[in-house]
């Protein structure tokens, strides 16, 4: 896959000093019957009677995450870049997902982790010969609030 975009997205999550990261990609990675995560035995068993149950993907749907690990925001990876995401529906074979770990709408980014994304978005803007311009929300292809009604993506844009 060679990305055309960024895709920029929020955790809905509230960030602390526990990796969150990793129950993300567990979420990601389950079986899901209304919302709740449930084993693959419960999601036959549920198949059997019809019920409409989620399969896992094969990875956390974004490339990278950008969170408050021990107290210092660190990038981490998710799917490798040459494998297609799964955060944005309609959009997903020709762009990278970056999820930064937090809540958006209710609070603002950190100074620390808002710098730690502007780096890591310039680096892939460089390594894929992108413009600020390829970087989008989530927001402008659904419905969702994501990044965040909170997150400037004009203001962060302009950084890169």
């Known amino acids: 896959m060679i990305p055309k975009r960024i895709i920029i997205h929020h955790s809905l999550t509230n960030d602390g000093v526990t990796v969150s990261w990793q129950a993300i990609r567990q979420y990601h990675m389950s079986y899901h019957y209304n919302g709740k995560i449930i084993t693959k035995d ?41 494998k297609v995401g799964a955060h944005t529906t309609g959009e997903n074979y020709d762009s990278l997902g970056i999820c930064f770990i937090g809540n958006f709408d209710v609070i603002e980014i950190t100074p620390e982790q808002w710098l730690l994304g502007i780096h890591l978005v310039r680096s892939l803007l460089e390594v894929f010969n992108l413009k600020s311009d390829d970087v989008y929300g989530h927001n402008q292809f659904s419905t969702k609030t994501c990044p965040g009604r909170l997150f400037d993506l004009d203001a962060f844009r302009g950084a890169l």
Not at 49 to 73: A, C, M, R, T
Not at 74 to 81: D, F, H, P, Y
């Open 42 to 82: 419960e999601a036959i068993e549920l198949a059997k009677q019809n019920k409409q149950i989620e399969s896992p993907w094969s990875d956390i749907g974004y490339h990278y995450g950008v969170e408050l690990v021990n107290f210092k925001h660190e990038i981490l990876v998710g799917r490798m870049m040459n």
